[in-house]
């Protein structure tokens, strides 16, 4: 009898363990668990300097020690992946030749096939992909990281460099059972002069069991055509890991506000792990869907955070664009019918049969209203129509691009916003062409002061935003008080123009914008 009762304990403490272990990973169906980790990198106090692999190994490993743990925490919290960010193991701020001890040998070409934690002996310098692996194998979770990594090319080669190898700043995905499935090197490189571009854009990506494909990119990457957007059409991607390394500009590219607003834009999710070096500008990484988030930005305290989330996978035959739109128009002609409003109505609503492009003779006899100013937003040359009482509607335009917005303060309060528009190539610190109209909270009450970054604001204000844009490639911004997100009622194309609507923000409006990107006037 005793003995019965104890393998009866036995079992229902066996079947107990099992239970806790097994409802750890219980989700619901169609869904996923993903963690990402926003790091704070155990830098080289003097990265310029000649150092031996021997340190290189011993400064990347107190990083991976970290990783490690995170690792341990997040499969736990029954994560299925985990991703890290750009730059977390070495650092940054290296030249070529210091940077070579930090740099891992990765093979590029694979299949899969090589398992670094089980094969250790296949290849040299290989130590820090072999603990990354081993991780993800303890584990039994996918795990992305970034690396340098290095590949020896003959200087007979056209592109070999003087030192006879390529360096390439690196991402590798690790299956759950610690095979490196891909690897992706960055190339939209961000002032890195350790690293060379390679040759032709990677289009990465890896396969996974509970979500399909996920593609992979790099930091700076979000802004360009290639790879990205290309990957993501080509291969009709729907999850996307990124790790990078962001300094937050205000008030259109702070992290945590573009990374939404390219999971809304091109209906992915993203799960995107920032280093975390305040002093730096550097915080901001999350848990993406197209119509919710989970984030992090904190610009006041160190240490890392690790985000848990679970998340429904979006399928890749979705027809979520076709879809949405058919929505945005049902919600958009109850809108109209119940709006007093008139200018939105006539030339965005109902009139589908215009032509495009053509304006209206109303439209037509209305001027750009002064005062109308100019003052440099993120270094472009903006110019900017002020938001005056208490409701309004303004137009400003510049260069081909007019943007247009029907405004009503919930409550007047002593704060400036301004409307600003920016049509032409933008030069500093990189070089694209960008198509702007926002609506952004100024530093102070003067007009110069407009296009500065702010962090805190009060105003509650319904709007309706938009504007022809020449693009369709249009990311729509929603960035609240203390760099918190919303999401726009009602956004997509009538009449060629795009359009972003909102009632009713749950925290003060610091910006809502219209960031529209020409891949092709770059
Ligand atoms: C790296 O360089 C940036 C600017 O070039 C500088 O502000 C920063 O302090 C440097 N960081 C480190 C860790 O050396
Ligand atoms: C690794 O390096 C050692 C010493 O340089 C060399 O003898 C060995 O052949 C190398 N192994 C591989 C797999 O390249
Ligand atoms: C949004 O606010 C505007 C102005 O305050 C109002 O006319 C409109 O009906 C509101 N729309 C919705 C969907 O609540
Ligand atoms: C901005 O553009 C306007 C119009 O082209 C020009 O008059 C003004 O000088 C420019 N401002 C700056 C700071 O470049
Ligand atoms: C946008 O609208 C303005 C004003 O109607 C017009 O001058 C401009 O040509 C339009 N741009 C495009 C690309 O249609």
């Known amino acids: 009898m005793a003995f019965t009762m104890m393998a009866l304990c036995w079992k229902l403490l066996i079947c107990f363990l099992f239970y806790q272990v097994v409802s750890g990973r219980v989700r619901r169906e169609g869904h996923y668990v993903a963690a990402v980790y926003e790091h704070e990198s155990i830098l080289s106090p003097n990265p310029a300097a000649p150092v ?68 250790s002996h296949l290849y040299n310098d290989t130590e820090v992909v072999q603990r990354l692996s081993c991780m993800a194998l303890k584990n039994k979770i996918f795990l992305v990281a970034n690396l340098g990594s290095k590949q020896p090319c003959e200087r007979s080669e056209p592109r070999c460099p003087s030192d006879g190898r390529f360096q390439f700043n690196t991402n590798v995905a690790f299956g759950a059972d610690g095979a ?70 205000l008030p259109l590219l702070s992290a945590v506000e573009f990374q939404q607003a390219f999971s809304t834009a091109f209906n992915v999710n993203i799960l995107a792990a920032n280093i975390h070096h305040p002093t730096l500008g550097m915080t901001g990484s999350g848990i993406y869907t197209p119509v919710k988030s989970f984030i992090y930005h904190n610009m006041e305290s160190y240490g890392g955070k690790l985000i848990v989330a679970e998340i429904p996978v979006i399928a890749a035959d979705y027809k979520t664009n076709l879809e949405s739109n058919e929505r945005f128009r049902v919600n958009l002609h109850d809108s109209c019918r ?17 032509t495009p492009g053509r304006v209206s003779e109303k439209e037509k006899g209305k001027e750009q209203s002064p005062p109308f100013f100019y003052a440099e937003m993120m270094y472009d040359n903006f110019t900017f129509v002020p938001l005056w009482g208490e409701k309004g509607e303004l137009q400003v335009c510049a260069n081909s691009l007019c943007c247009y917005l029907n405004y009503q303060r919930a409550v007047l309060t002593d704060e400036l916003y301004a409307l600003g528009v920016f049509d032409g190539l933008h030069t500093v610190h990189g070089t694209y062409y960008v198509q702007a109209c926002a609506l952004v ?82």
Not at 102 to 114: A, I, M, Q
Not at 202 to 230: H, N, Q, R, W
Not at 338 to 354: A, Y
């Open 180 to 249: 490196l499935l891909a690897t992706y090197r960055k190339h939209n490189l961000y002032f890195e002069y350790a690293f060379d571009t390679p040759a032709e854009p990677d289009y990465a990506f890896f396969d996974t069991p509970f979500a399909g494909k996920f593609g992979m990119f790099t930091c700076f990457d979000i802004l360009f055509f290639e790879p990205a957007v290309s990957l993501i059409t080509q291969y009709n991607l729907k999850q996307i890991v990124y790790p990078t390394a962001w300094m937050n500009q």
């Open 338 to 354: 119940t709006s007093t409003s008139t200018s939105l109505d006539d030339e965005v609503c109902f009139k589908e049969q215009e």
């Open 52 to 119: 031996e692999r021997r340190a290189a190994l011993e400064l990347m490993g107190r990083n991976l020690d970290i990783y490690e743990q995170q690792v341990l925490a997040a499969a736990r919290q029954g994560a299925q992946i985990i991703v890290f960010p750009e730059d977390g193991i070495h650092g940054f701020n290296f030249t070529r030749s210091s940077i070579y001890p930090y740099l891992d040998f990765v093979p590029h070409s694979h299949s899969g096939k090589w398992n670094p934690c089980r094969e």
């Open 441 to 522: 909270k100024c530093g102070g009450l003067s007009f110069s002061t407009c296009g500065q970054e702010v962090t805190d604001a009060t105003a509650l204000i319904d709007f309706q935003l938009w504007a022809n844009m020449s693009t369709p490639y249009i990311f729509p911004l929603l960035l609240t008080s203390g760099i918190t997100l919303d999401f726009a009622d009602h956004m997509g194309w009538k009449n060629n123009h795009y359009f972003l609507s909102k009632n009713r923000t749950s925290a003060g409006l610091l910006t809502a914008a219209l960031y529209g990107r020409w891949y092709e006037k770059d």
